[in-house]
């Protein structure tokens, strides 16, 4: 969350929120269990982020995922919460964990809601697509193929760095999150959370993939059809379906294709989900066993995609 939290009860009062609807509706974290998980360990923790590179990359042009954590997370709880090391390892993904340190937000959180942090040449923006060109050099990643998502307001960030950095990135993936500017200051930031109508704008069209449960106490779930309307337009056509999960998850899929352009975004309404990364592990904190698998499916989606010439 933001600096500003020790003067403004609000937005202190949505950060205990999130913590107490994850401890409502998931057991917690084990002390200490997101650092020793045996699976898959990161290939390196610096003080900025961690960088996990699975054995089945590619020397070269393997595809990046840069994935952001949301507020009171870290890279190591937000790798282990989301299981996206074993997907990337699937997947053959270099996965790479931007860090939100307290020195930039005294909640660990993006500062998504506010105007010093929207634009390409300053802010949370500008630092983590610095270290994403930074870590796509060095890696030798396929530069059409650098994708980025995140949870909350982790989620918040990539729909903004989509919007911002066509450029660098080729898809986004959003989980319980907010559409690129949603809040411009903290009063703005609180509607938006709290499911305030989004004003009109020119779609992006930038390929998005989205997951929100419609029980989510903490980012109201229009937010999820705020960001497809953000990417693909309000009219968009899409094809929807009712599905059911073998452990009893039930959950609506809607496929768009934006006419004359062919881009493509998915829309995952969870039916009785909360604030949480859906089909994760309870390793990391926010986090729901319970299907369809974010991680698997946000990785499945991206590997159609690749950043367009015109971008």
Do not use: K
Not at 173 to 198: E, F, K, N, Y
């Amino acid at each position: 969350m933001p600096s500003s939290l020790t003067t403004f009860n609000p937005f202190l009062s949505w950060f205990q929120m999130a913590s107490d609807a994850s401890a409502s509706f998931f057991p917690a974290a084990s002390p200490g269990a997101a650092a020793t998980d045996p699976f898959l360990p990161m290939t390196a923790t610096c003080e900025d982020h961690s960088l996990f590179v699975p054995a089945t990359a590619p020397r070269h042009a393997a595809p990046l995922l840069v994935m952001l954590h949301g507020a009171g997370q870290n890279p190591i709880d937000f790798a282990a919460g989301t299981a996206m090391n074993a997907a990337a390892e699937r997947h053959g993904f270099v996965v790479l964990y931007p860090a939100q340190p307290t020195s930039a937000n005294a909640h660990q959180c993006w500062n998504w809601f506010e105007r010093a942090h929207q634009t390409r040449d300053q802010g949370d923006p500008a630092r983590i697509a610095a270290l994403t060109l930074q870590v796509a050099r060095e890696q030798r990643v396929d530069s059409h193929r650098i994708y980025v998502a995140g949870l909350s307001a982790g989620g918040a960030m990539a729909a903004l760095l989509g919007d911002l950095f066509p450029d660098v990135y080729a898809a986004v993936g959003v989980h319980s999150g907010l559409a690129a500017r949603a809040g411009s200051d903290i009063t703005s930031g609180l509607a938006a959370l709290r499911g305030a109508p989004r004003e009109a704008s020119v779609p992006r069209e930038m390929p998005t993939i989205v997951f929100h449960g419609d029980r989510d106490s903490v980012v109201n779930a229009v937010n999820g059809t705020h960001v497809i309307e953000a990417s693909l337009g309000a009219d968009c056509p899409f094809e929807s379906r009712e599905h059911t999960g073998p452990d009893g998850r039930r959950f609506t899929r809607r496929n768009y294709l934006r006419p004359g352009t062919g881009v493509r975004g998915e829309h995952w309404t969870l039916h009785d989900a909360a604030h949480a990364w859906s089909g994760g592990s309870l390793a990391g904190s926010f986090a729901d066993p319970m299907g369809p698998d974010a991680s698997e499916e946000m990785l499945r989606f991206f590997e159609t995609q690749r950043r367009r010439p015109s971008h």
